[in-house]
T-cell receptor, first 112, second 114 residues
Framework: DTGVSQNPRHKITKRGQNVTFRCDPI?????LYWYRQTLGQGPEFLTY????????KSRLLSDRFSAERPKGSFSTLEIQRTEQGDSAMYLC??????????FGPGTRLTVT | QQQVKQSPQSLIVQKGGISIINCAYE??????FPWYQQFPGKGPALLIA?????SEKKEGRFTISFNKSAKQFSLHIMDSQPGDSATYFC?????????????FGTGTRLLVSP
């Protein structure tokens, strides 16, 4: 296994459009996390899955954001009606139980 | 209380020198402190981590020093190399029943000059 993968790597969209990102965690990892990173800042926690259950959501995750992890494998993060303030790097991480979190390369979203 | 403060914001070190990055926290519930290295256009990569019952951890040229009473920890990069030029983030783990998340510092951009 080569680590956490994310697709697409870059996404440019117009304001008001919906976008969906995909994360494939390390295969044996049962816990999956989404973070958001804006320019010059550290990643900020968005949401967390244990297997297929979404157990925690940050207040940063507005109603326009939804995340799923069907069957406890890959995860998707959807942003509806995108706004310019959504422009950021969206990072996915996974861990085996409560051990170290390993990050993917991220999806850079630009909203024009 | 959920913040991790990191300094300096940027750092220039000559090749072979020692790079030192500092972090401080308030929340005593944090129980694990990793450092991540991030290159432009890449995701953060785990570098080294420490638990609060240990005062120092060394892996190769990288050392974490941890002061539990002061709620501070730092990363030392010995014999810094141009390939170490990257952004470094300290983080702290918050853990609750069935849940963990990392709280990150704001990052330090390190440039190692040849």
């Amino acid at each position: 296994d080569t680590g956490v993968s994310q697709n697409p790597r870059h996404k440019i969209t117009k304001r008001g459009q919906n976008v969906t990102f995909r994360c494939d965690p390390i295969s044996e990892h049962n816990r999956l996390y989404w973070y958001r990173q804006t320019l010059g800042q550290g990643p900020e926690f968005l949401t967390y899955f244990q297997n297929e259950a979404q157990l925690e959501k940050s207040r940063l995750l507005s109603d326009r954001f939804s995340a799923e992890r069907p069957k406890g494998s890959f995860s998707t993060l959807e942003i509806q009606r995108t706004e310019q303030g959504d422009s950021a790097m969206y990072l996915c991480a996974s861990s085996l139980e409560f051990y170290e979190q390993y990050f993917g390369p991220g999806t850079r979203l630009t909203v024009t | 209380q959920q913040q991790v403060k990191q300094s300096p914001q940027s750092l220039i070190v000559q090749k072979g020198g020692i790079s030192i990055i500092n972090c401080a926290y308030e929340n005593t519930a944090f129980d694990y402190f990793p450092w991540y290295q991030q290159f432009p256009g890449k995701g953060p990569a785990l570098l080294i981590a420490i638990r609060p019952d240990v005062s120092e951890k060394k892996e190769g040229r990288f050392t974490i020093s941890f002061n539990k009473s002061a709620k501070q920890f730092s990363l030392h990069i010995m014999d810094s190399q141009p390939g170490d030029s990257a952004t470094y983030f300290c983080a702290a783990r918050f853990m609750n029943t069935g849940f963990q998340k990392l709280v990150f510092g704001t990052g330090t951009r390190l440039l190692v000059s040849p």
